[in-house]
């Protein structure tokens, strides 16, 4: 189980404490005459973090205002994850003070939760490497009960989504995953339906099942649904995640190292199956619908390859020219489906393009679509607060002219240059609906760890359209 915030009354002497805010030390710690001085000289030295080694405990400042991150949140988030580093042998709870931003604590709480994460499955004695952080306990008058039983629930989410990315595909294929969510639906109270592969036969499905022709374990194209009775929405808001459990490539075998990260290809799934379980555990008043298209991208005699053309679900006919370019292809079908809906809007979340992470790195992801500029600024300012940053490249027609084909609707790769943007531009011809293409491949895999942001599949995309979500609601309701 991860750690868990929890709401002190009082100050507890002995245990490891974080304190956010030099001008914040309780009146219950009595610093020597020397360690007073040390922090007023480090304090003009604008060191951002002060650590004090007691017998029993550590005690850590942080002043916010000398980090070199300047969004406040961020700041207060890294320094719960450094915090996190620093706990004594002895200790198994870190104390957050209370500091003049009431929320930093919080943020900094949820920094320490995140950066305790880790996968732990194949270890044949996982409590050797678990996290001994269990509690964070928060001493404030100001946060509610409520706001920290809010972050547990999307701390757990976040963790729901790195587990789905990390699972090898030994353990979670298209199967195997919609099973997971049917039972992670039932206990959480969203609904499941999992439609077999003659049903995606039915939908004509050209997409999904002409990846999968290479598999041995089916397609499964799973529909999540959240429809609480006082929702804000009545068309229902869509989220698409890329489900390529495992991608080899396919017959355009990926070369080593890459191959190696391929079973985060999932991660778009996971972000929008920890978004719903987030929204349901906190009982968020919207309708909200996840959509995955679940295969691997498989090698073998019945693999599709270059050449082959596709009929989509949407009836549109597809030259594949690159069988590694197979997540437009399963994305472009559920995002044919979700027109049944009529939906206010869709979001696809995918790591689709190697480009994409050449552009911007792994600093944030990139957007772009046919919504309205005002859904735009709102994704936007939801990933500053979360601090999983957007950045909006172009939808010009002009790209469209890359994606022709001689003998097709279209060709399923562009040209050398702009493939992120080519890669938006095929799936913007297979929805009717106002939509959003968030494009994850440099955040969603890390190569180290960073701050909170653990190694390998790390939840990227959840807090974000979780963030998305909540603001939404904010701007409707007014």
Known sequence: MNAQIVKSQQFKSQTDTLIIGAENFPKEILLSEQEQKYLTEQLKKKVDTIIFNRYTHKIIVSDLQYSKIKNTAEAARIAGASAVKLLSDNNNELQIVDSKDAKSSLFAAEGAVLASYKFLEYYKNPDKKASKLKTISIVSKTISDAEIQEQNNLNEAVFFARDIAQSPYAKLNAVK???LISETGKSAGFKVENLTKKQIEALQMGGLLGVNQGSDTPPVFSIMTWKPENAVNKK????IGKGVMFDTGGVYTKAYPHMND?????????????LMLAL????????????VAATDNAVDAKSYVPGDVLRMHNGMFVEVLHTDAEGRLTLADALSYADKYKPELVFDIATLTGAAAAAIGTEGCVVMGTADDKHF?????SGNEVYERTVRFPQWDEYDKMLESNIADLKNIGGTEAGAITAGKFLSHFTTAPWIHIDIAGPAILKSTDAYRTVGGNGF??????????????????
């Open 280 to 291: 349901a555990k906190n009982k968020i008043p919207v309708h909200a619908v996840a959509l």
């Open 461 to 478: 995309g959840t807090r974000l359209l979780y963030k998305f979500v909540k603001n939404y609601i904010e701007k409707k309701s007014k």
């Open 236 to 239: 229902p808001l869509i989220f």
């Open 177 to 179: 995953f919609g099973k």
């Open 377 to 381: 600024t709102i994704l936007e300012q």
């Open 262 to 274: 391929m079973k985060l290809d999932k991660s778009g799934a996971a972000a929008v199956s920890g």
